[in-house]
C-alpha cells in the first residue's frame, strides 16, 4: 500500500464550479498534511497545510482532515483556468520524520 | 527573501558519466530535501536532511547516489555512473524544522537527461 495515494486524474471541471481533491494515506502516525500545487514545467508551491480535523478555509481553498478516516481533501471553490495544475498531496509522520508526496491529481477547469 | 537556488537548470550527459547538483537553501531553514521527480510522478524523496545530519535516504541509490551537507547550508548531490533512468527532475527543498517543518520551498530544480 503506498503511503500517500491519489487519483492520477485528470479532473475535469467547468470555470466557476468547485474542484474536490482527495488523498488517503496509510500511516495513522501522521500529524502534518500538505497540499502543493505544481504548474507544467515549474516546482511545488505550498498552498495549504493542515494539521487538526475539521476545515481550514484560505480564500477561495478549503482543507479538509479526517485523521480516523486517514483521508484529506482539498476543495477549491469557484474554479478559475488558473487552477488547471497538479495538485500533490503531501505528509509529515512528525516534525523530524520524512515529507512524503503522493502522485498529484492534474486538475483541468475548462472554460 | 532569497528563495531556493539550485544549480545547474539543465543538464545532458551521456550514461556511465557522473554529474553534480549544488542546493542553496533558503537562510535560517536547518531542513534540505532532495527529490526526483520523473515526468507524470509526484516527488520521490531521495535525501532529507536536518542541519548536516541525515533524517532519511532511505530512497537513495546508495550505489550511485551521493549527497552531502556541509556545514548544515549548502548541499550537493551526486551520481556516478549515471543511467538513462536517472533521467529527471531533482528538486530541492527547504523549510524550518517544529511546526515549520514540511511548509517547504523548492528550488527550480535541476533537469537532467542521459543519453
Known amino acids: 500500500q503506498k503511503e500517500v495515494e491519489q487519483n492520477s486524474g485528470p479532473l475535469s471541471v467547468p470555470e466557476g464550479a468547485i474542484a474536490s481533491l482527495n488523498c488517503t494515506y496509510s500511516d495513522r502516525g501522521s500529524q502534518s498534511f500538505f497540499w502543493y500545487r505544481q504548474y507544467s514545467g515549474k516546482s511545488p508551491e505550498l498552498i495549504m497545510s493542515i494539521y487538526s480535523n475539521g476545515d481550514k478555509e484560505d480564500g477561495r481553498f478549503t482543507a479538509q482532515l479526517n485523521k480516523a478516516s486517514q483521508y484529506v481533501s482539498l476543495l477549491i471553490r469557484d474554479s478559475q483556468p488558473s487552477d488547471s495544475a497538479t495538485y500533490l498531496c503531501?505528509?509529515?509522520?512528525?516534525?523530524?520524520?520524512?515529507?512524503?508526496f503522493g502522485t498529484g491529481t492534474r486538475l483541468q477547469v475548462t472554460l | 527573501e532569497a528563495g531556493v537556488a539550485q544549480s545547474p537548470r539543465y543538464k545532458i550527459i551521456e550514461k556511465r558519466q557522473s554529474v553534480a547538483f549544488w542546493c542553496n537553501p533558503i537562510?535560517?531553514?536547518?531542513?534540505l530535501y532532495w527529490y526526483q521527480q520523473i515526468l507524470g510522478q509526484g516527488p520521490k524523496l531521495l535525501i532529507q536532511f536536518q542541519n548536516n545530519g541525515v533524517v532519511d535516504d532511505s530512497q537513495l541509490p546508495k550505489d550511485r547516489f551521493s549527497a552531502e551537507r556541509l556545514k548544515g547550508v549548502d548541499s550537493t548531490l551526486k551520481i556516478q555512473p549515471a543511467k538513462l533512468e536517472d533521467s529527471a527532475v531533482y528538486l530541492c527543498?527547504?523549510?524550518?524544522?517544529?511546526?515549520?517543518?514540511?511548509?517547504?520551498?523548492f528550488g527550480q530544480g535541476t533537469r537532467l537527461t542521459v543519453v
Open positions: 537562510s535560517g531553514h536547518a531542513t
Open positions: 503531501a505528509l509529515h509522520t512528525g516534525t523530524a520524520s520524512k515529507l512524503t
Open positions: 527543498a527547504s523549510s524550518l524544522t517544529g511546526q515549520g517543518a514540511g511548509e517547504a520551498f
